[in-house]
């Protein structure tokens, strides 16, 4: 199967911001790697044949890739708290995964007798996630999971500390790797005991802005539908939120739009770091109805409702 150079981006963005539904009841947090390997060279600037990124609850902590060979601080905090030798032992580590990634790149496509002349790509994401209640934290779930071309290829089952190959060209490594018993056990050591001791420290580390967060700013604007000039699209914006989990609706004489009848982005990063989250409606222009924005974010003591002043941009959205 060929991969377009374009196709890179989504399936890299995929594996970002893959992540579980909003709660507020219960503070969750995750750290996760993210490995990605490109068949061949691609002459692109900023994408390279090797990457690999830590992610501590979505924001990126350190980052590798193949040109620079060199394993980096993206956070203040990790480049003033992390030692020198953790950074030398990291970027032995990163060079260790890029070769192995190459090669099992290699031996994919071979084994699934795909052309070299054609794009493929080959990741890794292995992490885990927590929650915490008040000082409590319990250790949720743990994922390692391989994905090719952007399809699911390999995951380790936590529970039952074996591989799971939803498809044949996997089975081979399943069973290779399944007859390993102390790299299962290793495996789902690293993901419920090691990985939590590493998202404990680096949060302990983390700045305040990463521990506390930053509240959302709302807005909420009406212009001319470009599908129906008859109607109006109106929108509700939450935007400069962290950590990711938000609540947000619509909400027509105080109750909710349902979700069929809305559009909505999903939750989106900004530049910074933060998050950002958009539903709209279409309305009659003559409709009257009283809507407002409804936003819930933990951090903030009180919800934001902001109620439509019934006026609209003429521009067309």
Same mark, same amino acid.
């Given at each position: 199967?060929?991969?377009?150079?374009?196709?890179?981006?989504?399936?890299?963005?995929?594996?970002?911001?893959?992540?579980?539904?909003?709660?507020?009841?219960?503070?969750?947090?995750?750290?996760?790697?993210?490995?990605?390997?490109?068949?061949?060279?691609?002459?692109?600037?900023?994408?390279?044949?090797?990457?690999?990124?830590?992610?501590?609850?979505?924001?990126?902590?350190?980052?590798?890739?193949?040109?620079?060979?060199?394993?980096?601080?993206?956070?203040?905090?990790?480049?003033?708290?992390?030692?020198?030798?953790?950074?030398?032992?990291?970027?032995?580590?990163?060079?260790?995964?890029?070769? @192995?990634?190459?090669?099992?790149?290699?031996?994919?496509?071979?084994?699934?007798?795909?052309?070299?002349?054609?794009?493929?790509?080959?990741?890794?994401?292995?992490?885990?996630?927590?929650?915490?209640?008040?000082?409590?934290?319990?250790?949720?779930?743990?994922?390692?999971?391989?994905?090719?071309?952007?399809?699911?290829?390999?995951?380790?089952?936590?529970?039952?500390?074996?591989?799971?190959?939803?498809?044949?060209?996997?089975?081979?490594?399943?069973?290779?790797?399944?007859?390993?018993?102390?790299?299962?056990?290793?495996?789902?050591?690293?993901?419920?005991?090691?990985?939590?001791?590493?998202?404990?420290?680096?949060?302990?580390?983390?700045?305040?802005?990463?521990?506390?967060?930053?509240?959302?700013?709302?807005?909420?604007?009406?212009?001319?539908?470009?599908?129906?000039?008859?109607?109006?699209?109106?929108?509700?914006?939450?935007?400069?939120?962290?950590?990711?989990?938000?609540?947000?609706?619509?909400?027509?004489?105080?109750?909710?739009?349902?979700?069929?009848?809305?559009?909505?982005?999903?939750?989106?990063?900004?530049?910074?770091?933060?998050?950002?989250?958009?539903?709209?409606?279409?309305?009659?222009?003559?409709?009257?109805?009283?809507?407002?924005?409804?936003?819930?974010?933990?951090?903030?003591?009180?919800?934001?409702?902001?109620? @439509?002043?019934?006026?609209?941009?003429?521009?067309?959205?």
């Amino acid at each position: 199967m060929r991969t377009s150079v374009t196709t890179i981006f989504a399936l890299f963005c995929m594996f970002l911001l893959y992540g579980t539904l909003p709660s507020l009841q219960a503070e969750k947090h995750s750290l996760y790697y993210i490995y990605t390997a490109l068949s061949k060279p691609v002459d692109l600037p900023g994408i390279y044949q090797f990457t690999a990124m830590g992610l501590l609850d979505d924001r990126p902590i350190d980052y590798y890739n193949s040109k620079d060979q060199k394993k980096i601080p993206k956070q203040t905090w990790m480049k003033e708290k992390m030692q020198e030798d953790y950074w030398e032992k990291g970027t032995q580590s990163r060079k260790s995964k890029e070769q @192995w990634f190459n090669v099992n790149v290699d031996i994919l496509m071979k084994r699934m007798r795909h052309n070299e002349s054609d794009l493929h790509v080959l990741q890794w994401r292995h992490g885990c996630e927590v929650e915490q209640q008040g000082d409590e934290v319990k250790f949720s779930k743990g994922i390692s999971e391989y994905g090719y071309d952007g399809d699911n290829f390999l995951s380790f089952d936590d529970k039952e500390s074996q591989w799971v190959a939803p498809v044949e060209a996997a089975l081979p490594t399943k069973r290779k790797w399944d007859n390993v018993p102390i790299l299962n056990q290793y495996t789902k050591g690293y993901l419920e005991k090691e990985c939590v001791d590493w998202l404990n420290k680096f949060r302990e580390y983390g700045d305040k802005g990463l521990r506390h967060g930053s509240p959302p700013a709302v807005h909420l604007f009406a212009k001319r539908s470009i599908k129906d000039r008859s109607k109006l699209k109106l929108t509700c914006m939450a935007t400069g939120f962290y950590p990711r989990d938000v609540t947000l609706g619509i909400r027509k004489s105080r109750t909710f739009l349902p979700e069929d009848e809305t559009e909505s982005t999903g939750i989106r990063p900004n530049h910074d770091g933060s998050y950002q989250m958009r539903k709209s409606v279409e309305t009659q222009e003559d409709e009257k109805t009283n809507y407002d924005c409804f936003v819930s974010h933990r951090t903030l003591k009180e919800t934001i409702i902001v109620t @439509w002043d019934g006026k609209y941009s003429p521009v067309t959205i």
